[in-house]
């Protein structure tokens, strides 16, 4: 059971017209079903408060997006089993407490880049799940065109920048966004994120030494779902704990599959950046419960009983619709009536998605080159290069 600190209701009554209000509720942030994984881990830094406080309305909306995000990457995997969706597909089902919880303290003036895990991101930024789906099957409606697909998405409106295809390559790119706020004088912080996979990757190391130096507002995040690709992070990492990899560096590992903690953590280190304290590194210990892409299989180096035993103790959605149970904020009809919402508005947006247009082809060579420059296509053999004006 979660041990609760307080938790209190106010009824007020006014000439007959009865009005409730309700406190937020404040959890401490423990992981409730195991208790040897900690809300929070340290480096070089004091620990985020160990209490936290929720309205009813703010948990009930950090249900329904986790629950809607589930769902999408549901109906992503049998969309690409149709053969509707091709070429890879990376599905985040399991680690939707990370979007969510980050994203309940950021803003869209904060930048946000990331892997090609990428899907949830996507509509956490703001973009629809029309948008996504249509992306996902090569549409013109999609928010890249329907050039991009599933690893390549982007909702620059709201300052995210991917959805990256190369392990590891989005991180100093999102050094350069910090140093873009900074040189711009903006209070916004840069998000970037990336896997376990990737966290041996040297270019990391290099944004981060770039980042302590020029001290900027960068948060590094590490989504560990504890497999990198079939490779367990204790056969592939000889340091395992990824919030102390910036040696120099302030680092907080956090229990990434509570969206309440997730939330908390990240508003310690957004605080920590926007205050000139340099960047910060953060360790999301999630799961996911799909294999590494839809090509895997995800069984063949982890057990059935594995990926059964995190859906059936520390699910991430599982704990919020507890919380909102204990409290008496929602009951267990009144979130099957909200899961059924999700499914139509999910079900709506993918008939719209499979119903647009897709690109025809004269547009293989638009989005490719500045529009002021000719189309020209240079291939290895120079003699056989073409210009197409």
């Known amino acids: ?108 003036d904060d930048y946000v880049i990331t892997a090609y895990r990428e899907h949830g991101w996507q509509y956490t930024r703001g973009d629809s799940i029309e948008s996504v789906f249509a992306e996902l099957m090569g549409k013109k409606t999609g928010c890249a065109r329907g050039k991009g697909g599933s690893m390549h998405m982007y909702f620059p409106q709201h300052k995210f920048f991917g959805g990256n295809g190369i392990v590891g390559a989005q991180v100093p790119l999102g050094a350069g966004l910090a140093f873009a706020a900074k040189y711009k004088k903006e209070k916004a912080v840069a998000v970037a994120l990336y896997g376990d996979g990737a966290a041996n990757q040297g270019q990391i190391f290099e944004a981060a030494n770039m980042a302590s130096l020029w001290d900027l507002p960068m948060i590094f995040v590490c989504e560990n779902n504890q497999y990198g690709m079939g490779t367990s992070v204790d056969r592939a990492s000889a340091e395992r704990e990824f919030y102390k990899r910036g040696q120099y560096i302030a680092g907080i590992q956090v229990d990434g599959m509570d969206v309440l903690a997730v939330r908390s953590a990240t508003e310690y280190a957004v605080n920590w950046c926007r ?111 073409k210009s197409f004006v």
């Open 1 to 108: 059971m979660i041990r609760r600190l307080v938790s209190c209701r106010l009824l007020s009554t006014k000439k007959g017209n009865t009005a409730t209000f309700e406190f937020p509720v404040s959890l401490y942030l423990s992981q409730d079903s195991n208790p040897t994984q900690e809300a929070f881990k340290t480096y070089l830094c004091d620990s985020p408060p160990t209490t936290t406080s929720v309205s009813k309305d703010d948990l009930l909306k950090y249900y329904k997006t986790m629950s809607t995000v589930r769902r999408m990457e549901i109906m992503a995997d049998t969309l690409y089993k149709q053969r509707m969706i091709r070429g890879f597909c990376h599905l985040y089902d399991g680690q939707e407490a990370v979007a969510v919880g980050m994203e309940a303290a950021l803003t869209f």
């Open 275 to 385: 205050s000139g304290k340099g960047p910060m590194f953060m360790e999301m210990k999630t799961y996911r419960y799909h294999g590494h892409s839809m090509s895997d299989p995800g069984i063949t180096y982890r057990t059935r009983d594995e990926v059964t035993n995190v859906r059936n103790t520390r699910d991430c959605i599982a704990k919020v619709k507890g919380r909102l149970l204990d409290e008496g904020w929602a009951t267990e009809d009144s979130l099957k009536a909200l899961d059924k919402e999700i499914r139509a508005e999910v079900d709506d947006a993918i008939a719209k998605a499979k119903a647009a247009e897709e690109l025809t082809p004269d547009e293989m060579f638009t989005d490719i080159y500045n529009k002021a420059l000719p189309p020209f296509v240079r291939f290895p053999d120079f003699g056989k290069s």
